[in-house]
T-cell receptor
Framework: DAKTTQPPSMDCAEGRAANLPCNHS???????VYWYRQIHSQGPQYIIH???NNETNEMASLIITEDRKSSTLILPHATLRDTAVYYC?????????????FGAGTRLFVKA | DVKVTQSSRYLVKRTGEKVFLECVQD?????MFWYRQDPGLGLRLIYF???????EKGDIPEGYSVSREKKERFSLILESASTNQTSMYLC?????????????FGPGTRLTVT
């Protein structure tokens, strides 16, 4: 099973782009990269996912390197409400379903 | 609006008690999951289920069991609660197949075992 490595914490100024890195050097060819975030006292919330192409939605952009061994989640204009723990996850196919392995994540502090 | 609900937000139990944590989803999802979350350890998968009466062990199943008698309900059971099971417990659900990329989480149950 592929594992991920993220920095434990990062700071970002309000209004600036937040770039959160993730290493997943053992990812397999059919495994997707997912990002979730968890705001204090809430359950995790899905943000975005991708296989090998860059992806963008209303919340964020996901940049995956050509060798797929790392990725970056970009919040283009961070706000104070984006302060949360961000999880980079690689999806593992399981019998009849799948398992999602969450690591410790990156705690992002957005400062005014 | 999609909904995953958990039976309690806060629960206090004594060592040795049998504890039931209930999770219900209203999205007709095939997959359901139980995680525990502890400071510095992130989320760890306890059990998951991909169909009624089907279950698979996650990374830390010891001391826990699960039950899925109906598609919408997934129960986590602590047969004999211990203090090291004090934690935040999170339930999640998802579709299966090509669209199974997003898990919807409940608000969590903070369990304290004294």
């Amino acid at each position: 099973d592929a594992k991920t490595t993220q920095p434990p914490s990062m700071d970002c100024a309000e209004g600036r782009a937040a770039n959160l890195p993730c290493n997943h050097s053992t990812i397999s060819g059919n495994e997707y990269v997912y990002w979730y975030r968890q705001i204090h006292s809430q359950g995790p919330q899905y943000i975005i996912h991708g296989l090998k192409n860059n992806e963008t939605n209303e919340m964020a952009s996901l940049i995956i390197t050509e060798d797929r061994k790392s990725s970056t989640l970009i919040l283009p204009h961070a706000t104070l409400r984006d302060t949360a723990v961000y999880y980079c996850i690689v999806r593992v196919a399981g019998t009849g379903g799948f398992k999602t392995i969450f690591g410790a994540g990156t705690r992002l502090f957005v400062k005014a | 609006d999609v909904k995953v609900t958990q039976s309690s937000r806060y629960l206090v139990k004594r060592t040795g008690e049998k504890v039931f944590l209930e999770c219900v989803q209203d999205m007709d999802h095939e997959n359901m999951f139980w995680y525990r979350q502890d400071p510095g350890l992130g989320l760890r998968l306890i059990y998951f289920s991909y169909d009624v009466k089907m279950k698979e062990k996650g990374d830390i199943p010891e001391g826990y069991s699960v039950s899925r008698e109906k598609k919408e309900r997934f129960s986590l059971i602590l047969e004999s609660a211990s203090t090291n099971q004090t934690s935040m417990y999170l339930c999640a659900s998802s579709l299966t197949g090509p669209s199974s990329y997003e898990q919807y989480f409940g608000p969590g149950t903070r369990l304290t075992v004294t």
